[in-house]
């Protein structure tokens, strides 16, 4: 292991320290924490790793292939939905936390495997809660958790 290597995991585990402190209690000071351990895993052996484990998976692969971000989410079309379904669910958990449908940090393009993943997963990141039921604060690390179980 080399030195930069050591430097991005002693780097990442203060980062991540950092996240479980701000999210204890429920004291959520804002979500930068999150985006800087996601940052710091660009282009890592980890995130090529997780790359390459989606790839296994033909329709993750042509969404990597094709670039797929997806419309931005609408909640006030979102909101028309039936009740029952995921999108008035998402909109309606959203707008009830005062919740912006883009809140998260861009990347400055796509272009890479590894720039593209991380918009993916920001983007998706609140339908995740939604989905799952971990609530927001500490429940970040269960959806932690199932990105991993997901995509490793």
């Not at 050591?6 to 479980?20: F, H, P």
């Not at 920001?122 to 959806?143: A, P, Q």
């Amino acid at each position: 292991m080399g030195y930069m290597d050591l430097m991005s995991k002693a780097e990442n585990i203060q980062i991540l320290g950092d996240l479980v402190k701000n999210f204890v209690g429920g004291r959520e000071k804002g979500v930068d924490n999150v985006f800087d351990l996601e940052d710091g895993f660009r282009k890592s052996p980890w995130m090529n790793a997780s790359i390459e484990k989606l790839k296994q998976d033909p329709d993750s692969a042509k969404m990597i292939e094709e670039r797929y971000i997806g419309p931005e989410y609408d909640f006030d079309q979102l909101i028309k939905l039936p009740k029952n379904t995921l999108g008035y669910t998402y909109a309606k958990l959203m707008n009830t936390m005062g919740f912006q449908a883009h809140f998260y940090r861009d990347r400055p393009s796509v272009d890479d495997e590894s720039d593209y993943v991380t918009m993916r997963v920001r983007k998706t990141h609140d339908l995740h809660h939604t989905i799952s039921g971990f609530s927001m604060g500490i429940g970040e690390v269960g959806v932690i958790a199932l990105n991993v179980s997901q995509f490793g």
